[in-house]
C-alpha cells in the first residue's frame, strides 16, 4: 500500500478515535463498569482462595490472580471495537450501497477506524486503569514478578489482539448480509470468545484436554496470552510463539473473512438512481 492510501486510511483510524473522544459519558461508565466488574470478580476469587486449601488455584496465588482480573477486564474492553455493528447498520439502515461505491476499500475503513477506537480506549482508560490496579496489587496484596520489559510486550500483544478482534467482527459481521438476527450474533459471539480467551476465568483451570484444543485455535490470543505477557507467567519461547500464532491466526483469517465477503456483496440490491 503506498504511503498516500496509508495517510487516506489513517482519517478513518483518526475519527474512531474521535468518536470514543466525543461520548464521554459513555467512557465514563465504561471506566465505572470495569472498576465494578474487577472488584465484584476480585471478592468473588477472595472467597475462593479463602476456602480452598491450597494457595495456588490455577497456576495463580491471589495477587496474581486479582491483576489478571483487572487485566483482562481491560483487555477486553479496549479490543472490543465495533466492526460486526457497523456492518450490521451499514446494512439494515441501506448505507452498504452507498459504502461500496467510494473509491476506499470497505475492510480497510472499518479495520484502522477500529484501531483507532482501540488506541483511544487503551490510552485514556486502559493505561491508567492498569496502574491503579497494579499499584494496589502491588502494594495492597504483595504482588511481584512484574518485569518492564512484560509491561513494554504486553502493548504489541494488545494490538495484535485488537487486530484479532476486528478480523473475527468483520467475519461474522457477514452474517448480517443474510440475517435480520444480528443481535443474536452479536451476543452470543461475544459471550463464546470471552469464554475460550480467558476473558472470564483462567485458561489454566481448564481441563488439559481443553488447553490443549484451544492452543489450536486463535482465541487464547484475545486476552489469556497478553494477561500471561504483562504477569511474567510466560517464558520468551512461549512469547515469541504466541506473536507469531497470532500474526497467523490473523493472516488466515483476514484472507478467509475476504473470500465470504465477495460472496457477501453479491446481496446487496441497491434501490434508486
Not at 93 to 99: A, E, V
Not at 198 to 224: K, R
Amino acid at each position: 500500500m503506498s504511503r498516500g492510501r496509508v495517510k487516506k486510511y489513517l482519517i478513518f483510524a483518526r475519527s474512531g478515535a474521535q468518536t470514543v473522544l466525543a461520548y464521554r459519558g459513555a467512557i465514563f461508565l465504561w471506566f465505572l463498569g470495569s472498576v465494578i466488574s474487577a472488584v465484584l470478580m476480585g471478592l468473588l476469587w477472595w472467597a475462593i482462595y479463602g476456602f480452598s486449601p491450597e494457595p495456588t488455584i490455577g497456576g495463580f496465588v491471589y495477587p496474581q490472580m486479582l491483576m489478571y482480573v483487572i487485566l483482562s477486564a481491560v483487555v477486553s474492553e479496549s479490543i472490543n471495537t465495533d466492526t460486526m455493528g457497523e456492518i450490521t447498520d451499514d446494512v439494515k439502515y441501506g448505507l452498504i450501497g452507498m459504502r461500496l461505491m467510494k473509491p476506499i476499500n470497505y475492510r480497510l475503513q472499518l479495520g484502522f477506524a477500529a484501531m483507532g477506537a482501540f488506541a483511544a480506549r487503551f490510552i485514556i482508560i486502559g493505561i491508567p486503569t492498569i496502574a491503579v490496579g497494579s499499584l494496589v496489587a502491588v502494594f495492597g496484596f504483595g504482588l511481584g514478578g512484574i518485569q518492564w520489559y512484560n509491561v513494554l510486550l504486553f502493548v504489541p500483544a494488545c494490538v495484535l489482539s485488537a487486530l484479532m478482534f476486528d478480523v473475527f467482527g468483520f467475519l461474522f459481521g457477514q452474517l448480517a448480509f443474510r440475517t435480520q438476527a444480528m443481535f443474536g450474533v452479536m451476543s452470543i459471539s461475544q459471550i463464546v470468545m470471552s469464554f475460550l480467551s480467558g476473558g472470564l476465568v483462567p485458561l489454566s483451570l481448564f481441563p488439559a484436554w481443553a488447553q490443549t484444543a484451544l492452543g489450536f485455535t486463535p482465541f487464547p490470543t484475545l486476552i489469556a496470552t497478553p494477561v500471561n505477557i504483562f504477569l511474567g507467567v510466560a517464558s520468551w519461547q512461549e512469547i515469541l510463539i504466541s506473536f507469531a500464532v497470532s500474526a497467523g491466526w490473523i493472516i488466515v483469517l483476514n484472507l478467509l473473512a475476504h473470500l465470504v465477503y465477495k460472496s457477501s456483496v453479491r446481496h446487496v440490491v441497491v434501490f434508486g438512481g
